[in-house]
């Protein structure tokens, strides 16, 4: 008998994660035979903003860290205390002091750009131990540049782009 193939739920995945389109989106994987993994993604991406972009970044971006991640970072087993399985990802990053250099936040939502994760996956200058994953391929360009879609999509406020504070109005000064 055949082994069933994940293949078709990851081109899918993948493929709305380029179109951004939930409509689209959500006829794909409606079509896809559910497994534990995915309910739990599902039930993580119904959480989100009901933007199109975020919820494509994280589409694109938590299978992603699940596949690769999961395997030390899981609920048995949470190396350095952090479960990335599929319906954790979000809570165990988001704010969340790194165990490593507790100055910086695993995923920073005022600078996602200083993400403690994202310097760990790259390898970056200043990280602790080494790059992640630990005994694996490193992640490439391309993983790491949706995992920063994914940052920005969960740094941004409910219901829109991240903006900007309101200058100080200087046009009553008295």
Not at 122 to 146: H, L, Q, V, Y
Request: hydrophobic letters at 40%; proline letters at 8%.
């Amino acid at each position: 008998m055949a082994q069933k193939s994940t293949r078709p739920l990851a081109l899918a995945v993948l493929l709305c994660a380029l179109i951004g389109s939930l409509g689209l989106c959500a006829s794909i994987l409606a079509q896809q035979p559910a497994s534990k993994g995915a309910a739990a993604a599902d039930s993580a991406l119904k959480a989100l903003p009901p933007d199109s972009a975020a919820k494509a970044a994280h589409a694109g971006a938590v299978p992603l860290i699940s596949k690769r991640c999961s395997g030390c970072h899981n609920t048995k087993n949470p190396k350095a205390g952090l479960n990335l399985e599929p319906g954790t990802i979000v809570a165990a990053v988001k704010d969340v002091p790194s165990r490593q250099i507790n100055t910086l936040k695993l995923v920073d939502t005022r600078a996602p750009e200083k993400s403690y994760f994202l310097m760990k996956l790259r390898g970056d200058k200043g990280i602790k131990g080494t790059r992640m994953p630990i005994n694996a391929a490193p992640f490439s360009a391309k993983e790491i540049e949706r995992i920063e879609d994914w940052i920005r999509s969960i740094s941004r406020p409910a219901g829109g782009p991240k903006t900007a504070p309101a200058a100080a109005d200087t046009s009553r000064k008295q």
